[in-house]
């Protein structure tokens, strides 16, 4: 499935961390205790709306679904192929005129 809005990956999102929640046999009150993070913030990651990262990650790591956070990470490369991958083009600039150049 593809999700055209971010609201709609939100909603999916929301909906499978409380479905994992429930799978645990957790209360929103109990995960919000193990999480250290506000029930208000437990509330909204499963409602799709506005939650920060760090409450993100400590609710995925009670709920034991980091892998789901991992999924997003680079894999690990050595340093060769991180020098061919990032290495960084040097940058170009247009020419200053002699009129630039005069008036500093």
Known sequence: MIYRTRDEMLKVLGE?????????????????????ISLKAIRNLE????????????????????DWLMTLAPPEIDDAMFERRFAQKRRQRAGRTRKEVAHG
Do not use: F, P
């Open 47 to 66: 409602a799709g709306e506005n939650a920060s990262t760090l409450s993100l990650l400590s609710y995925c790591r009670t709920l034991r679904k980091t």
């Open 16 to 36: 499978n961390l409380r479905a994992s929640r429930l799978a645990d046999n957790l209360s929103q009150q109990t995960a919000a205790e193990r999480s250290g």
